[in-house]
């Protein structure tokens, strides 16, 4: 399939956006309103929604999650390894290791 035609629908939301934020919408407290509605509500219950909707099942699932694990824990692995090399300072490197496996 023609990459454009799978980006067809994302990009035609962003210029509708775009659009509206231009014509509509222009006031910038609108948006900073939308912004938290689609954060704080829209985007966890399609999660949920989601999650709930889809079959888990074991043996799809197992391979997976001992990917996922196993990718957090070389991350968190090499986050530590590199406290001796680099010296950071005490801060810099909590913030720094938390992102060697928050991913």
């Given at each position: 399939?023609?990459?454009?035609?799978?980006?067809?629908?994302?990009?035609?939301?962003?210029?509708?956006?775009?659009?509206?934020?231009?014509?509509?919408?222009?006031?910038?407290?609108?948006?900073?309103?939308?912004?938290?509605?689609?954060?704080?509500?829209?985007?966890?219950?399609?999660?949920?929604?989601?999650?709930?909707?889809?079959?888990?099942?074991?043996?799809?699932?197992?391979?997976?999650?001992?990917?996922?694990?196993?990718?957090?824990?070389?991350?968190?692995?090499?986050?530590?390894?590199?406290?001796?090399?680099?010296?950071?300072?005490?801060?810099?490197?909590?913030?720094g290791v938390q992102c060697a496996f928050r991913?």
């Open positions: 399939m023609n990459t454009i035609w799978l980006l067809l629908p994302d990009l035609a939301m962003i210029a509708v956006g775009f659009a509206l934020s231009r014509i509509v919408f222009r006031d910038e407290s609108f948006w900073i309103v939308v912004e938290k509605l689609t954060y704080f509500v829209l985007f966890p219950s399609l999660l949920f929604v989601t999650v709930w909707r889809t079959p888990i099942v074991a043996g799809t699932a197992l391979p997976v999650l001992g990917a996922v694990l196993g990718a957090i824990a070389v991350g968190i692995i090499l986050g530590y390894a590199a406290q001796p090399i680099l010296r950071p300072n005490p801060r810099q490197f909590a913030s991913f």
